[in-house]
């Protein structure tokens, strides 16, 4: 079994109680590495090291041409690893390799140096009050800011997030998820090979419960930027209170992808698909997982969708091959297989799909005690099921039908989230109108899923608090705005 460290003050070390959790292959079911199973007092020499990271370095004082080099050394070390940290993130948590190494990791690089830009363009402003005046703002950085990860996309979110904190001269402690920490680990080693001051990046291995409990309630951390579910933000949110701690949370979704009679029906039964029966097996805060269908074309597009998730390959995430691999972790499989079982209790009709390992792979397969779900689709016209308005978060959709906009628009807006929403037609007016009327925080009209750097991505309703990651203005999440007053008469 590989063994993987902690990385604080720039040295790697085992948890202080020298406990270890196991990590497991989900497309085998197997533990392949082991990670330390930190604790409170672990948060606590992360915390210290970046306190004092920060002091002997300067780094809030820099200058930004410093910072945005260290960072474009960032990006160029991901170039480099990029083989290496594909193959761990894969392993760990089933995303098949084809989007780890080919899309993922490359485009973390250019998200570093698209961020190491920003550094470089920090702007505060001048404002006219009256003549013996003079009054400006300016961004400064937090201090200690931390960062909670979900298993699903570890790797860009460590890389985006990290690289924004320290872009904007913070230090930052890190808390991966338990069942995905190894990829970060191993990418701790590119700070010190880009030469950033030790200490100004910590990750702490361990679980939710102790470990990012403990991040969530320190004193000595300013900001907390969380991706995870609505119930584990809700609760950050209340211990985050002992410091009245700045809070970005990007949270859950059950999002609608709403294809209209108009559509050019191909490119919406590919886009459909492309949403929720991803090659991470839906795993995607934004999947599109509530399918809306204009009643006239209801039918002709189920089946049409049908056939198209019959050619997807579900099997080994390392085969460039394959169109969908595993479920990421043990837990989530049996979440997932639960919402399959409640379909039908609810009543709703199985479409098509529904099927798992048992049925999916060879007896005497080494993916036999893998974690395998195959494209699968609930029909029901009943927007109140649970299936119907729970994150199942697996490659599992429910289709309901619809007549006219406004009926699309009511469906599509009756959840508790927000986070995205795609539409399918070929009338302009149609598609501004609807998404004018959308509550959520992404729109995609005639694609879905599609997501840039440089486009700010945030969720609405209980899917965030407000704040946005990406876009020209990422920085600011990881900074407080001063004002000042000069009295100059
Ligand atoms: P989760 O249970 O909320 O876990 C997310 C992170 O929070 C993990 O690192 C987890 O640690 C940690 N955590 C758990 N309990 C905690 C606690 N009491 N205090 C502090 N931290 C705690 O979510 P998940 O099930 O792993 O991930 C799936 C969810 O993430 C879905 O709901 C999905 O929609 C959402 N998501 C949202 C976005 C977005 O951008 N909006 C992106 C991706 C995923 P352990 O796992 O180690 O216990
Ligand atoms: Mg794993």
């Known amino acids: 079994m590989e063994e993987f460290l902690n990385y604080i003050g720039g040295e790697r070390r085992p948890a202080r109680s020298g406990a270890w959790l196991d990590s497991v292959n989900p497309a085998t079911g197997k533990p392949w590495a082991r990670i330390p199973a930190s604790s409170a007092e672990d948060v606590d020499d992360a915390v210290q090291a970046a306190q004092q990271a920060l002091e002997t370095s300067g780094w809030a004082y820099v200058?930004?041409?410093?910072?945005?080099?260290?960072?474009?050394?960032?990006?160029?070390?991901?170039?480099?690893?990029?083989?290496?940290?594909?193959?761990?993130?894969?392993?760990d948590n089933g995303r098949p390799l084809r989007e780890t190494r080919f899309a993922q990791l490359p485009g973390a690089a250019l998200q570093v140096r698209y961020l190491a830009g920003l550094a470089e363009n920090l702007h505060g402003s001048t404002v006219d009050i009256r003549s013996e005046a003079f009054a400006y703002t300016s961004w400064e950085p937090i201090g200690v800011t931390a960062l909670i990860i979900p298993w699903n996309g570890p790797l860009p979110v460590f890389f985006s997030k990290v690289a924004a904190s320290l872009a904007a001269g913070n230090a930052i402690v890190v808390k991966p998820a338990q069942q995905a920490t190894a990829s970060i680990l191993e990418a701790t080693r590119l700070f010190d090979e880009a030469s950033f001051p030790p200490g100004l990046v910590n990750v702490v291995s361990g679980r939710g419960s102790e470990v990012g409990d403990a991040v969530a309630g320190h004193p000595g951390i300013g900001k907390i930027s969380f991706t995870g579910s609505t119930e584990t933000g809700r609760h950050i949110m209340q211990r985050a209170t002992v410091n009245i701690k700045n809070l970005l949370l990007e949270l859950g979704g059950k999002s609608p992808n709403i294809v209209f009679a108009d559509a050019d029906l191909d490119a919406a039964v590919a886009g459909v698909a492309a949403g929720i029966f991803t090659p991470n097996a839906g795993q995607a805060c934004v999947a599109g997982s509530r399918v809306l269908i204009e009643s006239s074309v209801y039918d002709e597009f189920v089946e049409r969708l049908a056939a198209h998730a019959q050619s997807i390959t579900v099997g080994d995430p390392m085969d460039l091959s394959t169109g969908m691999g595993p479920i990421a972790t043990q837990a989530q499989y049996d979440t997932v297989r639960s919402y399959l079982q409640l379909g039908r209790e609810e009543g709703a009709d199985l479409a098509f799909g529904g099927r798992t390992t048992a049925d999916l792979v060879k007896e005497g397969s080494p993916l036999r005690g893998g974690y395998y779900v195959e494209?699968?689709?609930?029909?029901?016209?009943?927007?109140?099921?649970?299936?119907?308005?729970?994150?199942?978060?697996?490659?599992?959709?429910?289709?309901?039908?619809?007549?006219?906009d406004d009926q699309a628009v009511e469906l599509a807006n009756d959840t508790p989230y927000g986070l995205a929403a795609g539409l399918w037609t070929e009338d302009v007016r149609r598609a501004h109108r609807v998404t004018r009327r959308l509550r959520a925080g992404n729109v995609w009209v005639n694609t879905y899923k599609a997501m840039h750097w440089a486009l700010p991505f945030g969720g609405h309703k209980q899917s965030g608090n407000g704040g946005t990651a990406n876009g020209p203005t990422a920085l600011h999440e990881w900074m407080d705005l001063k004002a000042v007053w000069m009295n100059i008469g």
């Open 63 to 91: 200058s930004a041409a410093e910072r945005a080099a260290r960072l474009r050394a960032l990006a160029d070390a991901i170039d480099t690893h990029t083989e290496r940290l594909s193959e761990i993130e894969t392993l």
């Open 375 to 404: 494209p699968t689709l609930f029909a029901t016209r009943d927007n109140g099921l649970r299936i119907s308005q729970e994150e199942i978060f697996g490659p599992v959709a429910v289709a309901l039908p619809f007549d006219g």
